[in-house]
């Protein structure tokens, strides 16, 4: 059984930011897919849905004048890995979103709802977060936008008000040059597993040197996070194993595994420095270069 005590359909984006206003113990639901099992497991925080599932202004993939992608916050995993446009401008995110789950719950669960539920495994997030993505959020005081990177605050806490509504995903264009990114993911078994750690890189090239790299880890540390110490060991750098050597050994000063019944700290580390090599040689090759 669902301890639901409260439910309520939104017709619109406006409605469901007053439905939430309404009701500060309310929160919306879009596919359902986290939130159903923490009311399964009766957690009453749960209890009083504001259903945001279906909206039409959510859904939607467009690209901008600017070249900015931009995700509708309801858009579901499928859609996301197979839209034309997410696969041409932002690939490492269709990737990311192929490490969600099976089929069934890439079918239901949304972008949006990954995001908001700050969970550390969201697979969504690294790729996002190498792409400096940014958030538009719908609340009673309008719109705003804010820096995906800080979003999350804590473990399952975001920096969402509680009558807001995340509507958009906004990816900016790409880099001009030799640009690419890299999503991998290191969990027990392929199908239906919840992340161990996941990781994701993005290179800018110049010839045989990297310009600059971005690196992001999921279930690294309380929060997904961006590794700034290891992007400056590699920033500026020749395209060589002594780089990529660095990298390995700098990214430690970013990150802070914990142990869980899932693995052990050490070993979550060893995961993050050999994902830390793989995703940034990915990004380089797919960017044209090669490491020496």
Known sequence: MFAVERYRRAESVADAVRLLAEDPFSIPIAGGTDILVKLREGHRQYANLVDVHGLAELESIILDTDGTLCVGAGATFTQVMESPLV?????????????????????????????????????????????????ELAGPEGLRRTPLRGFHTGPGIVARGQAEVLTKVLVPA?????????????????????????????????GESIVWLKLAFSVAAPTPVRCPSAEAAASGKPLTAQTVEAVKKTVEVDVAP????????????HIIRELSERAMRTAVQRAGGGIR
Request: aromatic share 6%.
């Open 258 to 269: 914990r142990t869980s019944w899932r693995a052990p700290a050490d070993f979550r580390m």
């Open 174 to 206: 790409p880099p001009r040059g030799a640009f690419a990114a890299a999503s991998l993911k290191y969990a027990m078994r392929r199908a239906m597993d919840i992340t161990t750690i996941g990781c994701a890189a993005s290179v800018l090239l110049d």
């Open 87 to 135: 696969r041409e401008h932002a690939p490492v995110l269709a990737e990311g979103a192929s490490w969600v789950a099976g089929p069934q719950i890439r079918n239901v669960g949304t972008i949006g709802g990954n995001i908001c539920n700050g969970s550390v495994c969201a697979d969504s997030v690294p790729p996002l977060l190498v792409l400096d993505a940014e958030l």
